[in-house]
């Protein structure tokens, strides 16, 4: 029997309730709009588009000097090693070389370069069309065209080779799996484990198929697609788990299936609105920072996080209602066998009896792993990382074994105003080039004598500009993929404080508003800097110092700024989770020992599956053949990993209790000024 028959009248309790009355309805509509555009997208097809450019950077400068000298179109090599000498191979080499002219969208096919031993050379294909404007069959056409050489070992490099030669991992699909029987676990019910992941699918792939029809409007980069599926199937699995269990805490109070669904709407429901908003906001952020390329990203993974929310408040209900009475005595059946909370209770106690003792644990542990973010070095992805064994990893090993390690990221020196017989004989007697081309015009193409991922080429960049080329007469730029790479990185820590203070502020500003405190909010942020700083100490001694087996090398340079975006709004998701239980405690009875205490018993089982759902799909993503989807997903698993054991387990608790009822201490006159925005009814 219902101890309770009149639910809360909240917007989102109301929302629900039409849900609930048109149940079917609701599912139709998500099921029309995830089938319409996932047709149309298909119909379309994609268009999306790699923007590196940064205006105004002394790259991009040659960048635009370059494009009216030099022809349009991508460009591929083709790689040739035979040990024998290329020479004794000739006939099969022309006669494979013939057909690749004769094929489609090929405007002409250089004579073969050799290496200084014969064994080694390439021939450059040129293209009539941008990389993303071939037909993906003429790539594959060109591709098997050019592996037919005889006996000489053939492999293929450049732009349009790394359209078809990157297949994705099984990353997406283990990630959904894990998070499937995290939730079995948490639920003992496939029925109740599957609600969440069908509301996230929905989401994701309704997002999906907008973003891929948008993309032919605005430019949307190659890797927003799988950065899209990343985000949204972790924070749609999670905003629906957070609802989902205070539906089932409703259940188990007394409500009836309806009642229960209206109030978890109600009051979980605003949490996920409330978070959601502030990871929408931290991605958002990036566009303070002006870099054109991260735009569309940042738009496209925010409206993923946007659908996420509609579909908790929307979808979710309405599958409850189909499903309820199924539901309800699996729920009543676990209930009976467990005592929800306990374990919690207890560790809650022991963290407040002795708080000193875990926070100094949790701060050691988040400052110690961020320590090694100081020695970040960011750089632009090329073939050297590419998979062993992938043929674009295979021509960049030929070229630098036959040309040397630094020709396939030569610098680019330009002048306007200078002698460009005297920059060559300058830069031919300067320490780390290997060789110097003779002059183009007014161009100088420089192969430095070390790797593009090496850090004394971009140790050399910076030299060239401070010390080589202002000796010589005249105004000298330089340019390159390394370049680019320490241009880059120059713009982003300019910019940084900016978007900090941004994202920072405006989060930190609405969790001031909900709570009613001014020390929440800075225990949030610092705590999400540290979470942040931590994550990307470990993806610089994975992947920049070569930890674990990885390749040491750069850090994709956009990688650690869309990280800060992402982690600091997943933090901010526990942080309300919590912190949202714990004030509805402290303002139902006034004790702030016993507000840490339930609030953590009644979050703790849901924050720490939450955390370990996103901690498998984003650790999933280490499967996929893209290094920066890896160390996208190593970060974000580290993040919210420390972030749901370490920081909301150990050190909110200890800090809450350190500040005992200072922690909801709000100056009147500000108490005054601030709108109104409570997370329970």
């Given at each position: 029997?219902?101890?309770?028959?009149?639910?809360?009248?909240?917007?989102?309790?109301?929302?629900?309730?039409?849900?609930?009355?048109?149940?079917?309805?609701?599912?139709?509509?998500?099921?029309?709009?995830?089938?319409?555009?996932?047709?149309?997208?298909?119909?379309?097809?994609?268009?999306?588009?790699?923007?590196?450019?940064?205006?105004?950077?002394?790259?991009?400068?040659?960048?635009?000097?370059l494009?009216?000298?030099?022809?349009?179109g991508?460009?591929?090599?083709?790689?040739?090693?035979?040990?024998?000498?290329?020479?004794?191979?000739?006939?099969?080499?022309?006669?494979?070389?013939?057909?690749?002219?004769?094929?489609?969208?090929?405007?002409?096919?250089?004579?073969?370069?050799?290496?200084?031993?014969?064994?080694?050379?390439?021939a450059t294909?040129?293209?009539?069309?941008?990389?993303?404007?071939?037909?993906?069959?003429?790539?594959?056409?060109?591709?098997?065209?050019?592996?037919?050489?005889?006996?000489?070992?053939?492999?293929?490099?450049?732009?349009?080779?790394?359209?078809?030669?990157?297949?994705?991992?099984?990353?997406?699909?283990?990630?959904?799996?894990?998070?499937?029987?995290?939730?079995?676990?948490?639920?003992?019910?496939l029925?109740?484990?599957?609600?969440?992941?069908?509301?996230?699918?929905?989401?994701?792939?309704?997002?999906?198929?907008?973003?891929?029809?948008?993309?032919?409007y605005?430019?949307?980069?190659?890797?927003?697609?799988?950065?899209?599926?990343?985000?949204?199937?972790?924070?749609?699995?999670?905003?629906?788990?957070?609802?989902?269990?205070?539906?089932?805490?409703?259940?188990?109070?007394?409500?009836?299936?309806?009642?229960?669904?209206?109030?978890?709407?109600?009051?979980?429901?605003?949490?996920?609105?409330?978070?959601?908003?502030?990871?929408?906001?931290?991605?958002?952020?990036?566009?303070?920072?002006?870099?054109?390329?991260?735009?569309g990203?940042?738009?496209?993974?925010?409206?993923?996080?946007?659908?996420?929310?509609?579909?908790?408040?929307?979808?979710?209900?309405?599958?409850?209602?189909?499903?309820?009475?199924?539901l309800?005595?699996?729920?009543?059946?676990?209930?009976?066998?467990?005592?929800?909370?306990?374990?919690?209770?207890?560790?809650?106690?022991?963290?407040?009896?002795?708080?000193?003792?875990?926070?100094?644990?949790?701060?050691?542990?988040?400052?110690?792993?961020?320590?090694?973010?100081?020695?970040?070095?960011?750089?632009?992805?090329?073939?050297?990382?590419?998979?062993?064994?992938?043929?674009?990893?295979?021509?960049?090993?030929?070229?630098?074994?036959?040309?040397?390690?630094?020709f396939?990221?030569?610098?680019?020196?330009v002048?306007?105003?200078?002698?460009?017989?005297?920059?060559?004989?300058?830069?031919?007697?300067?320490?780390?080039?290997a060789?110097?081309?003779?002059?183009?015009?007014?161009?100088?193409?420089?192969?430095?004598?070390?790797?593009?991922?090496?850090?004394?080429?971009?140790?050399?960049?910076?030299r060239?500009?401070?010390?080589?080329?202002p000796?010589?007469?005249?105004h000298?730029?330089?340019?390159?993929?390394?370049?680019a790479?320490?241009?880059?990185?120059?713009?982003?820590?300019?910019?940084?404080?900016?978007?900090?203070?941004?994202?920072?502020?405006l989060?930190?500003?609405?969790?001031?508003?909900?709570?009613?405190?001014?020390?929440?909010?800075?225990?949030?942020?610092?705590?999400?800097?540290?979470?942040?700083?931590?994550?990307?100490?470990?993806?610089?001694?994975?992947?920049?110092?070569?930890?674990?087996?990885?390749?040491?090398?750069?850090?994709?340079a956009?990688?650690?700024v869309?990280?800060?975006?992402?982690?600091?709004?997943?933090?901010?998701?526990?942080?309300?989770?919590?912190?949202?239980?714990?004030?509805?405690?402290?303002?139902?009875?006034?004790?702030?020992?016993?507000?840490?205490?339930e609030?953590?018993?009644?979050?703790?089982?849901?924050?720490?599956?939450?955390?370990?759902?996103?901690?498998?799909?984003?650790?999933?993503f280490?499967?996929?053949?893209s290094?920066?989807?890896?160390?996208?997903?190593?970060?974000?698993a580290?993040?919210v990993?420390?972030?749901?054991?370490?920081i909301?387990?150990?050190?909110?608790?200890?800090?809450?209790?350190?500040?005992?009822?200072?922690?909801?201490?709000?100056?009147?006159?500000?108490?005054?000024?601030?709108?109104?925005?409570?997370?329970?009814?």
């Amino acid at each position: 029997m219902d101890t309770i028959t009149r639910p809360t009248g909240g917007s989102l309790a109301r929302l629900a309730g039409w849900a609930q009355r048109h149940r079917w309805l609701a599912v139709a509509l998500w099921a029309l709009v995830l089938i319409g555009v996932t047709v149309t997208a298909r119909l379309a097809g994609s268009a999306f588009h790699d923007d590196n450019s940064l205006p105004g950077t002394e790259s991009q400068q040659v960048v635009d000097l370059l494009k009216t000298t030099a022809q349009s179109g991508a460009s591929a090599q083709i790689v040739l090693k035979a040990d024998s000498g290329l020479a004794a191979n000739r006939a099969p080499i022309d006669t494979m070389l013939g057909q690749v002219r004769s094929l489609p969208h090929v405007r002409s096919v250089s004579e073969t370069t050799l290496s200084a031993d014969g064994r080694i050379g390439y021939a450059t294909v040129t293209f009539d069309a941008a990389s993303t404007d071939l037909p993906y069959d003429d790539i594959v056409k060109f591709a098997d065209t050019a592996k037919q050489a005889g006996p000489v070992e053939v492999a293929l490099a450049g732009d349009p080779i790394e359209r078809i030669a990157g297949g994705g991992g099984p990353a997406e699909g283990v990630g959904l799996l894990a998070a499937l029987v995290i939730l079995v676990f948490l639920f003992r019910s496939l029925l109740a484990a599957g609600l969440p992941v069908i509301t996230a699918v929905f989401a994701v792939g309704a997002t999906l198929g907008v973003i891929t029809v948008v993309s032919h409007y605005v430019d949307i980069a190659s890797y927003t697609s799988p950065l899209m599926m990343l985000v949204g199937f972790g924070v749609g699995v999670d905003y629906a788990l957070l609802i989902f269990s205070r539906y089932r805490a409703e259940l188990l109070a007394g409500h009836d299936r309806d009642a229960a669904a209206r109030r978890a709407l109600d009051t979980a429901g605003r949490s996920v609105l409330f978070a959601g908003t502030t990871v929408i906001i931290a991605l958002l952020g990036l566009l303070a920072l002006g870099l054109g390329g991260l735009r569309g990203v940042a738009l496209s993974v925010a409206l993923t996080v946007l659908m996420t929310m509609l579909a908790s408040v929307t979808l979710l209900p309405a599958l409850l209602s189909l499903f309820g009475k199924r539901l309800e005595r699996g729920i009543r059946r676990h209930a009976a066998r467990r005592d929800h909370g306990k374990a919690w209770r207890r560790l809650a106690d022991a963290v407040q009896k002795r708080p000193l003792a875990p926070l100094a644990l949790g701060l050691i542990v988040l400052i110690g792993l961020s320590i090694p973010a100081a020695g970040m070095r960011l750089g632009f992805a090329d073939a050297s990382t590419d998979p062993a064994g992938s043929t674009t990893r295979q021509a960049y090993d030929l070229l630098a074994e036959g040309f040397g390690p630094g020709f396939t990221g030569p610098l680019a020196v330009v002048t306007e105003d200078g002698d460009a017989v005297a920059l060559q004989r300058k830069l031919a007697s300067t320490p780390g080039i290997a060789r110097v081309l003779p002059p183009m015009g007014e161009t100088v193409l420089v192969f430095p004598t070390t790797s593009p991922q090496d850090e004394a080429t971009a140790e050399l960049v910076t030299r060239l500009r401070t010390d080589v080329l202002p000796a010589l007469p005249g105004h000298y730029l330089v340019g390159g993929s390394v370049a680019a790479a320490t241009d880059f990185a120059g713009a982003v820590a300019d910019r940084l404080p900016l978007f900090v203070l941004v994202v920072v502020g405006l989060s930190a500003l609405l969790l001031m508003v909900v709570f009613r405190s001014v020390l929440i909010p800075l225990k949030a942020a610092l705590l999400n800097l540290l979470s942040i700083g931590a994550s990307l100490g470990v993806m610089t001694l994975v992947f920049g110092d070569g930890w674990f087996g990885a390749q040491p090398g750069p850090i994709e340079a956009f990688v650690p700024v869309m990280i800060f975006a992402i982690v600091f709004g997943l933090s901010m998701d526990y942080e309300v989770f919590l912190v949202s239980r714990m004030h509805e405690e402290w303002r139902r009875t006034g004790d702030a020992r016993l507000a840490v205490r339930e609030g953590l018993a009644a979050t703790g089982g849901v924050i720490t599956a939450a955390g370990a759902i996103m901690v498998l799909v984003f650790g999933a993503f280490l499967l996929d053949p893209s290094r920066m989807l890896a160390q996208f997903g190593l970060g974000l698993a580290v993040a919210v990993l420390l972030d749901a054991l370490v920081i909301r387990c150990l050190v909110v608790p200890a800090i809450m209790r350190l500040l005992g009822a200072r922690a909801w201490w709000l100056p009147r006159w500000l108490d005054r000024r601030l709108p109104h925005f409570a997370l329970e009814p």
